[in-house]
C-alpha cells in the first residue's frame, strides 16, 4: 500500500503557518519602555522598592529570544530602606521570547524571570515573583524585583521614545 504524502504535507505546512502566526501575534515587542514612580505613589506604596524602571527590548540575538536590557533606581523604602541599594541605579541582561509557555523575560542561571501580561502600542504590564537585578559576579544579581519574595508583583511601564534607552 502507497500513501500519497501530498496532502499530509499541505496539512502539516497550514498547521505550521497557524502555529507561527500565533507566535509572532503575542511577540514580546522591542521597543523602550519607562516608568518613573512620583513621590506621591511612592508614599502610598511603602513595600515598593522600584522609584524608576526602564526596560530596552531589541533585536533577535537568537531564533527565539530577544536581547533585553532593564535598568532599575531603588527607593529607601520598603525592604531596601537604610541598605547600601538604596537609591543605587542596577542593571541586568534578559533573553525575551515566547519559546515558554507564553511571552517570557529570563535572567541567566536562575536569576529569575518575569512574565509580559499585557503589551499595546503604549506600555507593557509584566509580573514577576522572583527577577534578580544588578551585576553580580556570580550568576543572579543584588536585589529582587519582588517586594515579597514568591509573591506577585506587577509593573506598567510605557513606551518611550528610543532615545531614553539610549546606551542601555
Same mark, same amino acid.
Given at each position: %500500500?502507497?500513501?500519497n504524502?501530498?496532502?499530509?504535507?499541505?496539512?502539516l505546512?497550514a498547521a505550521?503557518?497557524v502555529m507561527a502566526?500565533?507566535a509572532l501575534a503575542?511577540?514580546?515587542?522591542?521597543g523602550?519602555?519607562e516608568r518613573?514612580?512620583?513621590?506621591?505613589?511612592?508614599?502610598s506604596?511603602p513595600a515598593?522598592?522600584v522609584?524608576?524602571?526602564?526596560?530596552k527590548v531589541?533585536?533577535w540575538?537568537?531564533?527565539?529570544?530577544?536581547?533585553?536590557?532593564?535598568?532599575?533606581v *531603588?527607593?529607601?523604602?520598603?525592604? !531596601?530602606?537604610g541598605?547600601?541599594?538604596?537609591?543605587r541605579t542596577m542593571a541586568? *541582561? !534578559?533573553f525575551?521570547g515566547?519559546?515558554?509557555?507564553?511571552?517570557?523575560c529570563?535572567v541567566?542561571?536562575d536569576?529569575?524571570s518575569?512574565?509580559v501580561?499585557?503589551?499595546t502600542?503604549d506600555? %507593557? #504590564? *509584566?509580573r514577576?515573583?522572583y527577577? %534578580? #537585578?544588578?551585576d553580580?559576579?556570580s550568576?543572579?544579581g543584588? #536585589?529582587?524585583?519582588?517586594?515579597?519574595p514568591?509573591?506577585?508583583?506587577s509593573?506598567? !511601564?510605557n513606551?518611550v521614545?528610543?532615545s531614553?534607552c539610549?546606551g %542601555?
Amino acid at each position: %500500500m502507497r500513501i500519497n504524502m501530498k496532502p499530509c504535507m499541505s496539512a502539516l505546512a497550514a498547521a505550521m503557518t497557524v502555529m507561527a502566526s500565533a507566535a509572532l501575534a503575542s511577540d514580546i515587542r522591542p521597543g523602550c519602555y519607562e516608568r518613573v514612580y512620583s513621590s506621591s505613589h511612592l508614599a502610598s506604596h511603602p513595600a515598593q522598592h522600584v522609584a524608576a524602571i526602564r526596560m530596552k527590548v531589541g533585536d533577535w540575538i537568537t531564533n527565539v529570544s530577544r536581547d533585553t536590557r532593564m535598568e532599575v533606581v *531603588f527607593a529607601n523604602q520598603g525592604k !531596601l530602606r537604610g541598605t547600601a541599594e538604596a537609591g543605587r541605579t542596577m542593571a541586568q *541582561f !534578559l533573553f525575551c521570547g515566547t519559546e515558554s509557555r507564553g511571552d517570557r523575560c529570563q535572567v541567566e542561571c536562575d536569576g529569575g524571570s518575569l512574565d509580559v501580561t499585557k503589551q499595546t502600542n503604549d506600555y %507593557m #504590564v *509584566f509580573r514577576t515573583r522572583y527577577l %534578580m #537585578v544588578g551585576d553580580a559576579q556570580s550568576c543572579g544579581g543584588y #536585589v529582587d524585583l519582588a517586594e515579597h519574595p514568591g509573591q506577585w508583583v506587577s509593573y506598567k !511601564l510605557n513606551r518611550v521614545s528610543a532615545s531614553a534607552c539610549s546606551g %542601555m
